[in-house]
């Protein structure tokens, strides 16, 4: 693909600029959760705890790797929706960032932690029903949508019980220091240890939701890059040359390796023939066919070609795998492993000045417009004011629960697990009626109605605006 024309760089901006605003809107919306801890225990004052998540949320993206960020790029049929053109692929990606920032907007307005995931989630799915509706082909990649959404759903279950049992232990092993069981004194501060566990906790949430939902930002920042220059940035082109920020837009500093891509499938082959299994043979025969196409004619649909025929074949060997004795060779099957993250490593990627960009939008984000969320959490789950305890364990149990989620690559609610892990807590105190009814159906309805809105608003947006293009 050549350089975009006049409009369309405009409308390439915008984008980058939407999903910039999409990921600081996240910032504030759902890192409000990391510090409402620190801020109602009087362990930080607001500026700091805003400023220490920040921060935190920063380093999070840059260092948690792209799992969860190419989870969110293979939601959509992003080969099949190539072929409609430029304009088209403009009004999905305008549909589906207005979707989700209005969404994450209004809720952030009325107090509402809602999740910025499931706001997400939904925008996506009404694109893709919308595009399946309209132009036929594949939809929603439902399997990879059921796996995402069992874990939005499972992990606040998670917290919600973890930080029950979690209290109890606490109040066994704890039981001789009555103060972390009792709202703190206005305007003292907690003992240095406590003090040292609730930093410690806010940092690993802070930390943890940069790593999994600034991983989001990343992918559909990937989303739209392939979108408008599947050439450059379909398949891992390595490195940019150097330059102004156009320059390492538009100019591939080193193109796809074609002959170590083969030398991966080569060796993969070899090991399936050593280990008597030739289930394969089909998708590697197609993936080299594609391949020889490359050299012929490089070109973005070619591309999105072999990325389509990489995933295919590692998929399906991955999910081979796990079969018992389905290899009995070991040593042909380590080097088959080792040869497929060879190939993925083609097609799960982000140039770091994405992740960098995303990075400084969610860092920036978390430290603008924190307050509303932050006393909903705060005030408005308990009837009581957070005790130290009650801090800690939320804290605790939101920061392992997504970290652990990260490294299995799932993404998950931030929002919704530290608010689940806080109303366990309060629960774990004087029982459910401990909790505020009106805050908890608020959470509710706001849960159950994200991903309908979303998928009608994203999906009614693409056909309004298809309209026009």
Same mark, same amino acid.
């Given at each position: 693909m050549g350089? $975009?024309?006049?409009?369309?760089?405009?409308? @390439?901006?915008?984008? %980058? $600029? +939407?999903?910039?605003?999409?990921? @600081?809107? /996240?910032?504030?919306? =759902?890192?409000?959760?990391?510090?409402?801890?620190? &801020?109602?225990?009087?362990?930080?004052?607001?500026?700091? !705890?805003? %400023?220490?998540? *920040?921060?935190?949320? @920063?380093? #999070?993206?840059?260092? *948690? *790797?792209v799992t969860v960020a190419m989870g969110i790029v293979k939601l959509l049929p992003i080969a099949d929706m190539m072929g409609l053109g430029l304009n088209a692929n403009i009004a999905m990606i305008f549909a589906m960032l207005i979707s989700a920032i209005f969404w994450n907007v209004f809720t952030w307005y009325y107090g509402i932690p809602c999740s910025s995931s499931h706001t997400l989630f939904g925008s996506l799915i009404g694109i893709g029903i919308a595009f399946q509706a309209l132009h036929g082909g594949d939809g929603p990649n439902w399997t990879k949508l059921g796996e995402t959404l069992m874990s939005l759903l499972l992990s606040p279950m998670v917290g919600f019980a973890l930080a029950i049992v979690l209290m109890y232990l606490f109040r066994v092993f704890f039981k001789n220091n009555p103060s972390l069981f009792?709202?703190?004194a206005k305007g003292s501060k907690p003992p240095i240890w406590i003090r040292a566990f609730l930093i410690a906790t806010c940092t690993g949430v802070s930390y943890s939701h940069g790593s999994n939902d600034g991983q989001k930002g990343v992918g559909l920042m990937m989303i739209i890059l392939m979108m408008f220059m599947p050439f450059q940035f379909?398949?891992?082109t390595n490195d940019f040359t150097q330059g102004s920020f156009a320059?390492?837009? @538009?100019?591939?500093?080193?193109?796809? /390796?074609? !002959? =170590?891509?083969?030398?991966?499938? +080569?060796? &993969?082959?070899? /090991?399936?023939? +050593?280990? #008597?299994?030739?289930?394969?043979t089909k998708e590697i025969t197609e993936l080299k066919e594609k391949l020889t196409l490359l050299k012929t004619e =490089?070109? *973005?649909?070619n591309r999105f070609q072999v990325r389509k025929k990489i995933q295919k074949l590692t998929k399906n060997m991955g999910e081979e795998f796990k079969k018992v004795d389905a290899f009995k060779d070991k040593a042909a099957l380590k080097t088959m492993k080792a040869e497929i993250k060879t190939l993925t490593d083609y097609t799960d990627w982000a140039p770091v000045w994405v992740i960098a960009l995303i990075s400084l939008s969610l860092g920036i984000g978390t430290m603008i417009g924190w307050k509303r969320i932050v006393v909903t959490i705060g005030e408005k789950i308990g009837k009581t004011h957070l005790t130290y305890a009650q801090g800690m364990v939320a804290e605790l149990m939101a920061a392992s629960t997504i970290q652990l989620s990260t490294w299995l690559g799932k993404p998950v609610s931030t929002t919704h697990i530290l608010s689940s892990a806080i109303a366990g807590t309060m629960v774990a105190g004087s029982g459910v009626k401990n909790?505020?009814?009106?805050? %908890?159906?608020?959470?509710?309805? !706001?849960?159950v109605l994200t991903l309908p809105v979303t998928i009608l608003v994203s999906g009614g947006l693409y056909w309004l605006f298809s309209l026009f293009v």
């Open positions: 350089d $975009l024309s006049t409009i369309s760089f405009i409308c @390439f901006i915008l984008c %980058i $600029l +939407a999903v910039c605003a999409f990921e @600081f809107v /996240n910032g504030f919306h =759902d890192t409000a959760n990391a510090v409402a801890t620190v &801020i109602y225990t009087g362990t930080l004052q607001p500026q700091q !705890a805003v %400023i220490w998540a *920040g921060f935190w949320n @920063f380093v #999070g993206v840059c260092t *948690g *790797g009792q709202a703190p379909a398949l891992n320059s390492k837009v @538009f100019t591939v500093g080193k193109s796809f /390796n074609l !002959a =170590d891509c083969e030398a991966s499938l +080569a060796k &993969i082959e070899a /090991n399936l023939a +050593a280990s #008597g299994n030739a289930s394969f =490089d070109n *973005g649909k909790l505020q009814p009106e805050t %908890i159906r608020n959470i509710g309805v !706001a849960w």
